[in-house]
């Protein structure tokens, strides 16, 4: 009687093991998918922290013509103040 007991024992506690890992692949899974956003995120933070530097390096560099100047028609007049 005492061999099935430790059988039936022996499975719950094949259950419970599987149980536990199983909660510890699903976090693992949730943190690699945070991961992934985070990083995503860090890029596309990055990209427009170049783009921003680029456009401010464009402005600095060209120091007589007004940010707007560009795209100003030949035809339209830039207000006299502006600059």
Same mark, same amino acid.
């Given at each position: 009687m005492s061999v099935l007991r430790q059988r039936g024992f022996s499975l719950?506690?094949?259950l419970v093991s599987l149980i536990v890992i199983?909660? &510890?692949v699903l976090g693992m899974v949730a943190l690699q +998918?945070? +991961?992934l956003v985070q990083t995503q995120d +860090?890029?596309?933070r990055n990209n427009a922290i170049m783009l921003a530097g680029d456009l401010i390096e464009m402005m600095r560099s060209? %120091? &007589?013509g007004g940010p707007c100047r560009r795209?100003?028609?030949r035809h339209q007049q830039v %207000?006299? &103040?502006y600059r």
């Amino acid at each position: 009687m005492s061999v099935l007991r430790q059988r039936g024992f022996s499975l719950i506690e094949v259950l419970v093991s599987l149980i536990v890992i199983c909660i &510890g692949v699903l976090g693992m899974v949730a943190l690699q +998918s945070r +991961s992934l956003v985070q990083t995503q995120d +860090s890029v596309l933070r990055n990209n427009a922290i170049m783009l921003a530097g680029d456009l401010i390096e464009m402005m600095r560099s060209n %120091p &007589g013509g007004g940010p707007c100047r560009r795209f100003v028609q030949r035809h339209q007049q830039v %207000p006299q &103040g502006y600059r």
